[in-house]
């Protein structure tokens, strides 16, 4: 269900947990537009100024829990940079998250390998690109796991194939 948030730093907006921004004065819904890098951004208005802002922060910040000082940048998990769900979303580390993005630059023969199972959870999932989209991780770590018996940052837990 979709829910509304009041932008803290813009009163003036709401933005829901389903990446739509509405003008609250206006009751209307703001476009949304993208970026040089195919990032979704708004235009939002205080003081006379336009400040444009990532549309992927803004559900980040109202509705995704876990930031923290090195978990400060919001990823999507899936890559799909339109899907602005907040349940696509997870806090993750600056230097983390520019690799995160740039694993779905290209695309590996090795990712479709599977099924493979995460040992922690016992979720198994379809092959290797799934499990990392699933928990957040980079495909080459969970390959790494498989192969080496490594364990997956952020989640701290292995996967095997089955």
């Given at each position: 269900m979709e829910e509304f948030r009041v932008i803290s730093e813009f009163r003036m907006y709401a933005v829901s947990n389903h990446g739509?921004?509405?003008?609250?004065?206006?009751?209307?819904?703001?476009?949304?537009?993208?970026?040089?890098?195919?990032?979704?951004?708004v235009g939002l208005w205080q003081d006379g100024r336009q400040h444009r802002r990532a549309v992927r922060g803004l559900v980040a910040r109202e509705f995704v829990e876990g930031k923290t000082e090195i978990f400060n940048t919001p990823i999507i998990m899936d890559g799909d940079r339109d899907n602005?769900?907040?349940d696509n979303i997870v806090w993750r580390p600056r230097w983390f998250a520019w690799?995160?993005?740039?694993?779905?630059?290209?695309?590996?023969?090795?990712?479709?390998?599977?099924?493979v199972l995460n040992i922690m959870t016992e979720i198994v999932h379809e092959n290797i690109i799934e499990a990392a989209i699933a928990t957040g991780s980079l495909a080459t770590d969970v390959r790494n796991s498989l192969m080496n018996h490594t364990r997956v940052f952020p989640i701290g837990g292995e996967f095997k194939f089955i």
């Open positions: 739509r921004v509405m003008n609250l004065q206006r009751d209307t819904e703001m476009g949304l537009s993208h970026n040089a890098t195919g990032e979704l951004t602005l769900h907040a690799k995160y993005m740039q694993q779905f630059s290209r695309e590996e023969s090795w990712w479709y390998a599977g099924p």
